[in-house]
């Protein structure tokens, strides 16, 4: 099911946001390849400009600082992209949202998709979330805890997909055709 409201910004400027498993970066890649836009992962943005993983960066410096660099990393993309006046899908890090300026340049210059998908996939998805620098302990009680504290963040965005028993073709497409839509109104 797909969830709207309207908005006046271009089709062609889209942020996928939501929690880690959720298949941003993955749908983020299928979509801007189907429609010739470019794609930017604004985790692979920051650990190429460290030339380290996000999860080095946390355990080096802590969330703060990551959270800082996420935000002028965003701030400075959205500015490419205006300047540049870009067709792009942008995926940002599950917590990337919580950040109110982060989420209100967002919510401004692009149309934000929340990919919603229930806990027990997610935990599927993350495994034993190793690499996963928010997961600690229990993997099941940890996405619980920050989904529980993301989603009123999530819920404040432009278009709520619920990936519940979608395959990944009805994702790409649901997306897809959102994108193609003349005036960012879409059917329930």
């Known amino acids: 099911m797909l969830n709207c409201k309207q908005t006046n910004i271009p089709n062609d400027k889209i942020t996928l946001i939501g929690m880690m498993g959720t298949g941003k970066s993955k ?4 979509v801007a390849n189907n429609l010739n836009f470019k794609f930017y992962d604004v985790d692979i943005l920051i650990e190429n400009k460290f030339k380290t993983t996000i999860k080095d960066l946390f ?28 067709k792009v899908i942008i995926s940002i890090g599950g917590g ?62 432009h278009f709520h997909l619920n990936t519940y028993k979608l395959s990944q073709n009805q994702v790409t ?8 839509s003349k005036n960012n109104i879409v059917q329930k």
Request: cysteine-free; aromatic content about 8%.
């Open 27 to 30: 749908f983020g890649r299928l």
């Open 59 to 86: 355990r080096k410096y802590g969330e703060s600082f990551f959270r800082n660099v996420e935000e002028e990393t965003i701030k400075k993309l959205i500015f490419k992209i205006r300047e540049n006046n870009e």
């Open 96 to 157: 990337g949202f919580d950040n109110k300026d982060t989420r209100e340049l967002l919510l401004n210059h692009t149309n934000v998709i929340w990919l919603n998908t229930p806990v027990d996939i997610l935990v599927e998805r993350v495994g034993n979330g190793s690499k996963r620098p928010m997961i600690k302990g229990d993997v099941r009680a940890s996405i619980n805890k920050l989904l529980k504290k993301r989603t009123k963040f999530y819920s404040l965005s």
């Open 173 to 180: 497409e649901k997306i897809i055709n959102l994108i193609s």
